[in-house]
């Protein structure tokens, strides 16, 4: 038997918005739209990420050490142009990109909801 991650899912103010922003800054692809604010999107490798509207509640700001998920990291090979392309984006910078000794680059940004997402490049996969 074997398992793995097939999607992660957002809720989200504006599916449709986030959307449009996930496939330009990332090149995804729409895979299934129910009409009716369901969205899922694939990535080049198959993950995907699905993004269902929001009902109608207050939203408390959430601390990076509470329960919960704190952030989706997303892989990619050009670490410098994808890094360039947000900038250029002004998307909300929650840490600079850096490089480690270990040649791993990070960098923490939120998308245009406010989820927190980290952009990530090893020289060496952990699998």
Same mark, same amino acid.
């Not at 990420?49 to 329960?67: C, G, N, T």
């Not at 410098?80 to 940004?109: D, Q, Y």
């Given at each position: 038997?074997?398992?793995?991650?097939?999607?992660?899912?957002?809720?989200?103010?504006?599916?449709?918005?986030?959307?449009?922003?996930?496939?330009?800054?990332?090149?995804?692809?729409?895979?299934?739209?129910?009409?009716?604010?369901?969205?899922?999107?694939?990535?080049?490798?198959? &993950?995907?990420? !699905?993004?269902?509207? $929001? =009902?109608?509640? #207050?939203?408390?700001?959430?601390? %990076?050490?509470?329960?919960?998920?704190?952030?989706?990291?997303?892989?990619?090979?050009?670490?410098? &142009?994808?890094? !360039?392309?947000?900038? $250029? =984006?002004?998307? #909300?910078?929650?840490?600079?990109? %850096?490089?480690?000794?270990?040649?791993?680059?990070?960098?923490?940004?939120?998308?245009?909801?406010?989820?927190?997402?980290?952009?990530?490049?090893?020289?060496?996969?952990?699998?």
């Amino acid at each position: 038997m074997t398992f793995g991650i097939e999607h992660l899912a957002i809720i989200a103010k504006d599916t449709k918005v986030l959307t449009d922003w996930y496939t330009k800054m990332f090149d995804t692809e729409v895979v299934y739209d129910n009409g009716k604010g369901t969205i899922f999107l694939a990535f080049a490798d198959k &993950s995907m990420i !699905e993004f269902i509207p $929001a =009902e109608e509640m #207050e939203r408390e700001d959430l601390a %990076a050490k509470r329960q919960g998920i704190r952030h989706i990291a997303i892989s990619v090979d050009d670490f410098a &142009s994808a890094v !360039e392309r947000l900038m $250029a =984006e002004g998307v #909300e910078v929650v840490t600079e990109p %850096a490089t480690s000794a270990k040649g791993i680059s990070t960098f923490f940004f939120r998308d245009i909801e406010g989820n927190i997402l980290h952009l990530i490049t090893r020289p060496e996969p952990l699998i």
